[in-house]
């Protein structure tokens, strides 16, 4: 969807960079700055105009993106600008439509939190249901104190289900690493040695800044001896 | 801790705290006992690596029922009104953490480890008192409240 959406806007992408010369995180900055224009708007009472300015802003934080891949700059420094960018953007429409009587405070701030806490783990996750200020757009049709509900409970359930997630992709690591499965602490251990030995090699991460190591046959630990255990486990 | 020990140690906080509101005795047991659903997602990973035989140390718990979960049941009890889940957690908590193995209470934001607390006395041992002193516990709230 995303790629087909790209190749049609791809002449945008063209104008925006070789013509006007914008760089992606110029476009984050736009996008930033429309975000801004959006909350100010909306603060003040003009829903509708606040809206229209959330929607360009929108547009244009698909851009950046669009035009890093189109011309190969992706980076990871872009892309923690680009999250950090997006959130203090929500952030700002969010409190906006507080101050605006809209929404109450309380459910505001919790639905920014729900956010941040999936930010702080999507990455390595990948699982983010997107949520966030689309979901105002429903403001005309559904109260947003309900609209803000949903943005909360979406985001906390996906926060939920992704540290499961995580957890689980840990799990099959340790135990592909064998070892002794006694001891968590062990085969933590054994999994972070695995990495430094990856590292050392000059194994190289995958694009993604946040995606895990490929651990190679070669590499994975030897079973551990049974580590002496305290007494106390012992009736276990 | 066994699930029968964890559904004790709900019902005295049930108890205690006069509640009354079938949705605030649901939210009790959900984050008192049910927490534990976890091992259920965790199973297939057991019977992949251990098989049928019983091998306890085994790690299969899950950030579900870690102190890394009061970052989101935080935010849920502000929603929803109420500490009782933050109660019935931290009691849930507080007894996985008496018994030894091992768990891993920050991930995925640490990799620390950690054996939990009482490492000194044996595990069994510490199940049977503290059930012991919960069904009393329950029995006497009971007898006050009745």
Not at chain 1, 215 to 234: F, G, I
Not at chain 2, 38 to 67: M, N, T
Not at chain 2, 111 to 135: C, F, H, M, N, Q
Request: charged share 20%.
């Amino acid at each position: 969807m995303k790629r087909t959406v790209e190749r049609i806007g791809r002449p945008l992408l063209h104008f925006l960079h070789l013509r006007l010369g914008l760089t992606p995180n110029q476009v984050s900055w736009i996008a930033f700055g429309c975000s801004a224009a959006a909350a100010v708007t909306i603060g003040s009472g003009r829903l509708g105009l606040g809206l229209i300015f959330m929607a360009v802003g929108q547009i244009f934080d698909g851009l950046d993106g669009a035009i890093a891949r189109e011309f190969g700059l992706t980076s990871v420094e872009g892309h923690r600008l680009d999250t950090i960018l997006d959130r203090a953007s929500e952030g700002l429409i969010f409190l906006a439509f507080a101050v605006a009587g809209l929404a109450p405070f309380r459910l505001v701030f919790l639905a920014i939190v729900a956010v941040l806490l999936l930010t702080t783990i999507c990455d390595r996750s990948k699982l983010d249901p997107g949520a966030k200020r689309f979901a105002l757009y429903a403001g005309y049709w559904v109260p947003f104190p309900i609209l803000f509900e949903v943005i909360f409970s979406v985001n906390l359930a996906a926060y939920i289900i992704g540290l499961l997630r995580i957890d689980c992709e840990l799990q099959v690591r340790m135990d592909r690493l064998g070892g002794d499965l006694d001891t968590v602490a062990s085969r933590v251990l054994a999994h972070e040695a695995a990495e430094a030995a990856v590292l050392s090699s000059g194994a190289v991460r995958s694009s993604h800044p946040h995606a895990e190591l490929r651990v190679p046959d070669e590499t994975r630990v030897a079973p551990t001896p049974m580590k002496a255990m305290p007494s106390s486990q012992a009736d276990r | 801790m066994t699930i029968f020990t964890h559904i004790l140690a709900t019902t005295a906080v049930v108890q205690a705290m006069h509640l009354r509101d079938p949705k605030q005795i649901a939210l009790a047991y959900l984050f008192g006992v049910a927490v534990d659903i976890d091992h259920v997602v965790k199973a297939p990973f057991y019977l992949r690596a251990i098989g049928l035989r019983d091998k306890r140390g085994y790690y299969w718990r899950s950030s579900l029922q870690e102190p890394v979960a009061f970052l989101w049941i935080l935010p849920l009890s502000l929603l929803l009104g109420t500490v009782v889940p933050l109660v019935c957690f931290a009691v849930h908590l507080l007894m996985d953490y008496s018994v030894c193995y091992e768990k891993m209470p920050f991930y995925p934001y640490s990799r620390y480890v950690t054996r939990g607390w009482l490492l000194g006395i044996p595990d069994r041992r510490k199940e049977a008192v503290l059930a012991s002193a919960l069904v009393a516990a329950n029995l006497a709230l009971w007898w006050v409240h009745r």
